[in-house]
């Protein structure tokens, strides 16, 4: 299980900070799959980096803390902590980055890369009983062992992004984190990627948490999912109620901006733009483009409110004592 308790993380620009992650709290239990959702910008790239501690400069953790629940062989309790987390990369926690023929080196064949990345963490074998099994497995996830004799540019975007989740998850890791694995791929092979990271954390009954701006990806896959906004996880919860009772404003603006079948009118998007980063504004973030903003949203930051089991959201509207010194102060 994968713990994240109030943390917050700032690229240091020497002379400002652009403050992407922002007193974050979530889990991310054993045997499900977590989603990360929310506009461009909103820093849930960030946020996965600071899950697998992939903290480089200028990236930094300014509070809180990351950990890791595991056991060791004998069962007994295992935690890691950020700083070392990074120790434990592919068989612990694996990361598939955004962007597959970015992350690839472009001039070594797929085997090489499987072999650097991984054998030094794994239990000492000749090359050849290697490459044997991980053959078996690229056949085990529908993918021909022919592709490790290729060169990156010689798969198609959809193969790429499939052998990056072969090599994330071949060490069998407890958790897998994946950014934007279905981005700029047809609907096809979206759907043929989201079967295939589906049925590997099936098979594995491991954690995965993917993250997508695309809420259509979260509805098929993820069990629970997080909202992010503005470097704020704004509600988190199972993925039925998100859809389907969405209590923040902007949760219920996004989920009204989707195409429903049988719905003919017209969407429409969150009209204005998030806030800087870089100056945060007081007040809850979504504040200057939320039609039932109230003036308290402006000045005081909204605590989080428990409105379903394990579904809660961040917003002065699900307080009534808020609701009522609202009241007050305009009454007065
Ligand atoms: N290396 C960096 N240096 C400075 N600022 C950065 C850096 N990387 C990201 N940022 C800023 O941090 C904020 C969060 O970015 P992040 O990439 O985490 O968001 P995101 O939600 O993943 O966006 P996208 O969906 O577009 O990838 C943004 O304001 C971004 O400009």
């Known amino acids: 299980m994968l713990?994240?308790?109030?943390?917050?993380?700032?690229?240091?620009?020497?002379?400002?900070?652009v403050k992407a992650v922002d007193h974050v709290n979530f889990e991310v239990r054993k045997?499900?799959?977590?989603?990360?959702?929310?506009?461009?910008?909103?820093?849930?790239?960030?946020?996965?980096?600071?899950?697998?501690?992939?903290?480089?400069?200028?990236?930094?953790?300014?509070?809180?803390?990351?950990?890791i629940h595991s056991t060791d062989k004998n069962g007994n309790p295992l935690v890691y902590k950020n700083g070392d987390i990074h120790k434990s990369w592919w068989k612990i926690i694996s990361y598939v980055p955004q962007g597959a023929m970015h992350v690839m080196n472009?001039?070594?064949?797929?085997?090489?890369?499987?072999?650097?990345?991984?054998?030094?963490?794994?239990?000492k074998k000749n090359k050849k009983e290697l490459e044997a099994e991980i053959a078996?497995?690229?056949?085990?996830?529908?993918?021909?062992?022919?592709?490790?004799?290729?060169?990156?540019?010689?798969?198609?975007g959809g193969m790429r992004q499939r052998v990056l989740i072969a090599l994330a998850t071949f060490l069998h890791p407890e958790i897998v984190l994946a950014d934007e694995p279905t981005t700029a791929l047809?609907?096809?092979?979206?759907?043929?990627?989201?079967?295939m990271l589906s049925r590997v954390q099936k098979k594995m009954g491991n954690s995965m948490v993917i993250v997508s701006h695309d809420m259509g990806v979260h509805y098929q896959i993820t069990n629970r999912m997080g909202i992010m906004y503005a470097?704020?996880?704004?509600?988190?919860?199972?993925?039925?109620?998100?859809?389907?009772?969405?209590?923040?404003?902007?949760?219920?603006?996004?989920?009204?901006?989707?195409?429903?079948?049988?719905d003919?009118?017209?969407?429409?998007?969150?009209?204005?733009?998030?806030?800087?980063?870089?100056?945060?504004?007081?007040?809850?973030?979504?504040?200057?483009?939320?039609?039932?903003?109230?003036?308290?949203?402006?000045?005081?930051e909204p605590a989080r409110y428990e409105v379903g089991a394990?579904?809660?959201?961040?917003?002065?509207?699900?307080?009534?004592?808020?609701?009522?010194?609202?009241?007050?102060?305009?009454?007065?």
């Open 231 to 262: 470097g704020q996880m704004i509600e988190v919860g199972p993925t039925e109620q998100i859809f389907t009772n969405p209590q923040h404003p902007y949760t219920k603006m996004l989920i009204n901006a989707l195409p429903k079948v049988g």
């Open 136 to 156: 078996a497995y690229l056949k085990e996830l529908e993918l021909s062992p022919e592709v490790l004799n290729a060169y990156p540019h010689q798969l198609s």
């Open 3 to 17: 713990r994240l308790k109030n943390v917050s993380a700032q690229y240091n620009m020497l002379t400002e900070y």
């Open 310 to 332: 394990g579904h809660f959201a961040n917003c002065h509207l699900l307080s009534d004592m808020d609701i009522a010194a609202e009241v007050e102060r305009h009454g007065a």
């Open 106 to 123: 472009p001039v070594t064949r797929i085997k090489s890369q499987f072999f650097d990345a991984i054998s030094k963490y794994h239990d």
């Open 31 to 67: 045997n499900e799959i977590f989603g990360i959702a929310g506009e461009s910008g909103c820093g849930k790239s960030t946020l996965l980096k600071v899950m697998c501690d992939l903290i480089n400069y200028p990236l930094e953790i300014s509070e809180g803390s990351v950990e």
């Open 264 to 300: 003919n009118s017209q969407k429409e998007g969150i009209p204005g733009t998030p806030p800087s980063l870089k100056q945060p504004p007081a007040g809850c973030r979504f504040a200057a483009r939320c039609p039932v903003a109230m003036d308290l949203c402006r000045t005081r």
């Open 186 to 195: 047809d609907v096809i092979v979206q759907r043929g990627i989201l079967t």
